[in-house]
């Protein structure tokens, strides 16, 4: 399990929206136009900041301390949280390749049919754990 993770985020308002940038991950930079997209679009940019690091085996940096941002009349610094096992089971594309072992009489007539073995897999996996398609 993943887990929760806390970052600090500063808000910089101007007349064309806001634009949120984090501290902690020089390339994380996103934007909205209103002060709720802002922090929507805030969520998604770290779970995928905090992703592109665990999928090259890489912990993230850990938070700075908030209160070290000051905050001035166009910036204000937020707190976001992000619970990446949450986060995963929503936007995780990445497949991963799992070998099967079944008989070669049933693998014949599987093929006869054009079985897609991976959907097959997927379907059952999904129906057993009683999990929807959008957890995929």
Do not use: C
Request: avoid cysteine; charged fraction near 25%; aromatic fraction near 12%.
């Amino acid at each position: 399990m993943l887990g929760k993770f806390y970052y600090p985020a500063v808000f910089t308002i101007a007349d064309d929206g806001i634009t949120v940038t984090y501290p902690d991950f020089d390339f994380i930079v996103t934007q909205g136009m209103n002060l709720q997209e802002a922090f929507e679009k805030a969520e998604e940019a770290l779970g995928i900041g905090i992703a592109d690091y665990l999928e090259r085996g890489i912990m993230p940096p850990a938070a700075s301390d908030i209160l070290k941002y000051k905050t001035s009349e166009n910036t204000y610094t937020a707190l976001i949280s992000i619970d990446m096992d949450e986060w995963t089971k929503t936007y995780s594309t990445k497949s991963i390749r799992k070998n099967v072992t079944l008989p070669a009489w049933l693998n014949q007539l599987a093929e006869k049919e054009n079985i897609n073995f991976s959907s097959l897999l997927q379907e059952a996996l999904l129906q057993k754990m009683g999990l929807s398609k959008r957890h995929q």
